[in-house]
Nanobody, 125 residues
Framework: QVQLVESGGGLVQAGGSLRLSCAAS????????MGWYRQAPGKQRELVAA???????NYADSVKGRFTISRDNAKNTVYLQMNSLKPEDTAVYYC???????????????????WGQGTQVTVSS
């Protein structure tokens, strides 16, 4: 099991910045990748940014150039630096950790996803 605790959300004006933090504990050795998702009212949860254990990163097109995901392995913490925030960035942001394990059938894998409790980010215009 992996436990995730997020912090850093809040209210900010358009053009401002926030940094989200996600501290992982538990079976952290099993984590292959961590990321941030967000869900706005009436919309589906979407991937914002992700980082693998090897340091490779992936971003949603809507945040490229504005958001940066990073990790501090010594602290078992992942960060999301959000700059040039826009009202459309308003959402609940969720930290995710994924463990990839061998499936029962040879050659298959199973993804185990763990989620934080979510932190509200509100950007005013």
């Amino acid at each position: 099991q992996v436990q995730l605790v997020e912090s850093g959300g809040g209210l900010v004006q358009a053009g401002g910045s926030l940094r989200l933090s996600c501290a992982a504990s538990g079976s952290i050795f099993s984590i292959n990748a961590m990321g941030w998702y967000r869900q706005a009212p009436g919309k589906q949860r979407e991937l914002v940014a992700a980082i693998t254990s090897g340091g490779s990163t992936n971003y949603a097109d809507s945040v490229k150039g504005r958001f940066t995901i990073s990790r501090d392995n010594a602290k078992n913490t992942v960060y999301l630096q959000m700059n040039s925030l826009k009202p459309e960035d308003t959402a609940v942001y969720y930290c995710n950790a994924r463990s990839v394990k061998d499936g029962v059938v040879a050659g298959t894998v199973v993804n185990y996803d763990y989620w934080g409790q979510g932190t509200q980010v509100t950007v005013s215009s």
